[in-house]
């Protein structure tokens, strides 16, 4: 099969891949299926501390959705409706939604449905010759509002507004000033710093880091915190980790988290 989702884990980090060399990862209604189911055993599987999402291959991280299946799977406003709500939706959401860090690892086109996904991750780092964009207009369709939501949340509409109306290719650089990105590293160091950044993360508490997340959600949200909440904060105190962190700060060694 040429077009598939891979996920390898590791020492605590999941790899997940977007595999479809011959459209540059190009992410097909399959492989939505795929990405999702992919990030929904991630989110039950506690062994894993980070997880790093990238395309197959070092000429593309995701060069959009397939646009030659577009026919089929989005010939009608019913079909279009599933093919977004339902396979891209849930895809989107589960990365959104992870409980553990995510990174993405970005080399070459992180274009339309590419840089949806990338968008939805927590840390984004990119080779310098890589691009970003959603050039949709000069194709004749827009980009669904439940997908735009996502970039809006990360760059804000000035952004999101010049990247579709302009339909203009953006530098990694220009990518970075804007608030797509992280981080821009050479080329052939992006893989091997998505692992440092996945090595970092795993070095911590991974309670923490879901809390971390957690909080940060619940922040955006908006609301005033109620009294639960606030008490909730502390939730750190009761457990093993934190006892581990505080010995070995004292102690002048390397704590050793398990989780709990």
Known sequence: MNSRIDCEINAGVATVSLHNPAKLN????????????????????????????RGAGDEAFAAGGDIEEFRSVRATVDDALHYHEDLVASALDAIRHCAVP???????????GGLEIAGCCDIRIAGESSRFGAPINRLGFSMYPGEMAGLLALVGPAVVLEILLEGRILDAREALQKGLLSR????????????????RICAGAPLVSRWHKQWVRRLMAGG?????????????????????????????????FKGR
């Open 102 to 112: 995510t990174v993405a690892a970005i080399r070459g086109a992180c274009v339309g």
């Open 184 to 199: 821009v590293v050479d080329d052939e160091k992006v893989f091997e710093e998505a692992a440092a950044t996945a090595t």
């Open 26 to 53: 190009a992410v097909n209604a399959a492989m939505w299926r795929g990405l999702s189911a992919a990030m929904q055993g991630i989110a039950a599987d506690d062994s894993v501390r980070c997880v790093i999402l």
């Open 224 to 256: 005033a915190l109620s009294e639960a909440e606030r008490r909730q904060a502390f939730d750190f105190l009761a457990t093993e980790d934190y006892r581990e962190g505080l010995s070995a700060f004292l102690e002048k060694r390397t704590p050793v």
